[in-house]
């Protein structure tokens, strides 16, 4: 089993930045793809950014040149750094890891973002 625990969530102005975290536990050992995903009311949860074990990233094409993701093994957390934030961006984001056999997901953090 693997426990995913986000924070770093709130309200910002357009244009504003936040830095998301993803604190996890467990067997994580065997996962193999890291990444952030979002849901906005009335839309389907969409991939936001990944990060896979070798360390290749993979980024939406609406969030490139101002998102990024990242992770600190040693810590066993994962970061998604949010700039130039936009109304658009307002969603839940939820932390997500896959091994061979499963998908592992964290509870969700509100991103909101004023006009």
């Known amino acids: 089993q693997v426990q995913l625990v986000e924070s770093g969530g709130g309200l910002v102005q357009t244009g504003g930045s936040l830095r998301l975290s993803c604190a996890a536990s467990g067997s994580i050992f065997n996962i193999k793809i890291w990444g952030w995903y979002r849901q906005a009311p009335g839309k389907q949860r969409e991939l936001v950014a990944d990060v896979s074990s070798p360390g290749s990233t993979n980024l939406a094409n609406s969030v490139k040149g101002r998102f990024t993701i990242s992770r600190d093994n040693a810590k066993n957390t994962m970061y998604l750094q949010i700039d130039s934030l936009k109304p658009e961006d307002t969603a839940v984001y939820y932390c997500?890891?896959?091994?061979?056999?499963?998908?592992?997901w964290g509870q969700g953090t509100q991103v909101t973002v004023s006009s």
């Open positions: 997500h890891a896959a091994s061979p056999a499963r998908n592992y």
